[in-house]
């Protein structure tokens, strides 16, 4: 178990530009997240996804943004025509998806655990 | 449409302090609750998950609580160390796996 990792950590771009970024879940979770963080804010919730099927998107998630999740296992989200707006950190999160009658420590499997992030400057 | 507000913002201690963080929550239908650590620039770390069927959860020196009747949780962090210092955050599920934050807890414990 090596955690969730997310690439780049670190992005700045001109106005207009597109942007890509990539996460990678911890391997046996089914579910996968995006959330939004800006300064002194709580995350705020973008998509997810329950294998490769985009079951929700958030109202924040305007045409510009679009998630994928191929094969149910790394998700990207890219971001067309940049604004300023957008400069913030974009977290990437996965869990296990707890099925009804199961064994097993519950509270561990419907943890979500967060990647480090990925901070987007837009100048 | 639930809301998470968290209170207080800020919270400056000395170690080894006793202290409670508190969140509430304005829909008492959650499935879970989850309260998560981040310290400056970096991602969240999952801390405690309570289910709605459970009133507390415990890990080492901190310990969570849950009653969906007053739409509150508190986290108790026990004999405050320095590196407790970091931003609490309190997210609440209720069964869309939409988790909603609170805006955080700024913790500093001073040595």
């Known amino acids: 178990d090596t955690g969730v990792s997310q690439d780049p950590r670190h992005k700045i771009t001109k106005r207009g530009q597109n942007v890509t970024f990539r996460c990678d879940p911890i391997s046996e979770h089914n579910r996968l997240y995006w959330y939004r963080q800006t300064l002194g804010q709580g995350p705020e919730f973008l998509t997810y996804f329950q294998n490769e099927a985009q079951l929700e998107k958030s109202r924040l998630l305007s045409d510009r943004f679009s998630a994928e999740r191929p094969k149910g296992s790394f998700s990207t989200l890219e971001i067309q025509r940049t604004e300023q707006g957008d400069s913030a950190m974009y977290l990437c999160a996965s869990s296990f998806d707890y099925p009804f009658g199961g064994s097993g420590d519950r509270n561990r499997r419907n943890t979500i655990y967060f990647g480090e992030g990925s901070w987007l400057t837009v100048v | 449409k639930q809301e998470v507000t968290q209170i207080p913002a800020a919270l400056s201690v000395p170690e080894g302090e006793n202290l409670v963080l508190n969140c509430s929550f304005t829909d008492s239908a959650i499935y879970n609750l989850q309260w998560f650590r981040q310290d400056p620039g970096k991602g969240l770390t999952s801390l405690l998950l309570?289910?709605?069927?459970?009133r507390e959860q415990t890990s080492g020196r901190l310990n969570a609580s849950l009653d969906k009747s007053s739409g509150r949780s508190t986290l108790y962090i026990a004999a405050s160390q320095p590196g407790d210092s970091a931003t609490y955050l309190c997210?609440?599920?209720?069964?869309?796996?939409?988790?909603?934050f609170g805006t955080g807890t700024r913790l500093k414990v001073l040595a």
């Open positions: 997210a609440a599920d209720s069964g869309t796996y939409k988790y909603i």
């Open positions: 309570i289910q709605s069927s459970q």
